[in-house]
Every structure is written in structure tokens, then in C-alpha cells.
């Protein structure tokens, strides 16, 4: 955890616009010990990442746009100068049948993992204790 008290829950922002899987997870982050700070939007996300200053961050590919996830993940990294871990998911290789490989590009995707979705909560949260150097994948 970056500056917190050992006691203290896992701050995860989760910045996806699919309201019912973000208060799913949460309910699972919730009893694993990870508190989930919501957010439907990018301009949204990129306030309450300033603002409430998470952990880690869960961080979906399409929001309003596509490929908007991108942009998001570099204004954090860029714009907010900021090295908060970011897990990326995406449903498009579920939607086109094609994957992207951000590890092959990593100036492109600066992001610490990407994760196809459909992801369970369980999965996501090995991640980002993974992300965070408090567990193994």
C-alpha cells in the first residue's frame, strides 16, 4: 500500500461505466479486505484519483469512447505524473475474437496488467495484490 497503515483497507479506484459489475466486485473486494472507490467516467476517475489518491486502479478499456481506457491510463501516467498501478480490463477480444498485447508495447500501454474481462472478482483482486507486492498470481 502506498503510505497506509498496514490496518487500513486496499483503496482500489474503479473507473468502468458497467455500474452493476463495479458493485458486484465490490461486494467481493469489500470481504477480501479492499475497499472500491467508484467511477463511471474519465473525468470522474481523474478526479477521485487526485482526490482520494487509491492504491491501485482498476481501469476498463471502453467507457464513453472505444479506446478511452488509453487515454485515461496516460493522462494518470503523463498529465498526473502519477505511478499508481493500473489493471486494465477489456471485453474486446470476447466481442472481436482479437487480443491486444500491451506487454509488446509498453510506452503505448502503460499499464501494469490487462486483463480480458469476463474477470471474477477473485481473479482481479490476486492482481492487484500482485500489482501491489502483497500476493502471487
Same mark, same amino acid.
Given at each position: 500500500?502506498?503510505? +497506509?497503515?498496514?490496518?487500513?483497507?486496499? +483503496?482500489? =479506484?474503479?473507473?468502468? &461505466? &458497467?455500474? @452493476?459489475?463495479?458493485?458486484?466486485?465490490?461486494?467481493?473486494? @469489500?470481504?477480501? /479486505?479492499?475497499?472500491?472507490?467508484?467511477?463511471?467516467?474519465?473525468?470522474? /476517475?481523474?478526479?477521485? =484519483?487526485?482526490?482520494?489518491?487509491?492504491?491501485?486502479?482498476?481501469? @476498463?478499456?471502453? =467507457?464513453?469512447?472505444?479506446?478511452?481506457?488509453?487515454?485515461?491510463?496516460?493522462?494518470?501516467?503523463? +498529465? $498526473?505524473?502519477? &505511478?499508481?498501478?493500473?489493471?486494465?480490463?477489456?471485453? =474486446?477480444?470476447?466481442?472481436? /475474437?482479437?487480443? $491486444?498485447?500491451?506487454?509488446?508495447?509498453?510506452?503505448?500501454?502503460?499499464?501494469? +496488467?490487462?486483463?480480458?474481462?469476463?474477470?471474477?472478482?477473485?481473479?482481479?483482486?490476486?492482481?492487484?495484490?500482485?500489482?501491489? /507486492?502483497?500476493?502471487?498470481?
Amino acid at each position: 500500500m502506498r503510505n +497506509r497503515i498496514m490496518t487500513e483497507k486496499i +483503496r482500489v =479506484l474503479f473507473i468502468d &461505466d &458497467d455500474s @452493476d459489475f463495479v458493485k458486484a466486485a465490490g461486494v467481493v473486494f @469489500d470481504s477480501m /479486505g479492499l475497499e472500491v472507490i467508484p467511477a463511471s467516467t474519465e473525468a470522474e /476517475g481523474l478526479h477521485k =484519483l487526485q482526490a482520494q489518491q487509491p492504491d491501485a486502479v482498476v481501469l @476498463d478499456l471502453v =467507457l464513453e469512447n472505444v479506446d478511452e481506457g488509453f487515454s485515461v491510463v496516460r493522462k494518470i501516467r503523463n +498529465r $498526473l505524473n502519477s &505511478d499508481v498501478p493500473v489493471v486494465m480490463l477489456s471485453s =474486446l477480444a470476447e466481442i472481436t /475474437g482479437r487480443s $491486444l498485447k500491451p506487454e509488446e508495447h509498453p510506452d503505448y500501454y502503460p499499464v501494469n +496488467r490487462f486483463l480480458e474481462k469476463p474477470v471474477s472478482a477473485g481473479t482481479l483482486i490476486r492482481h492487484i495484490r500482485d500489482v501491489l /507486492g502483497k500476493g502471487d498470481v
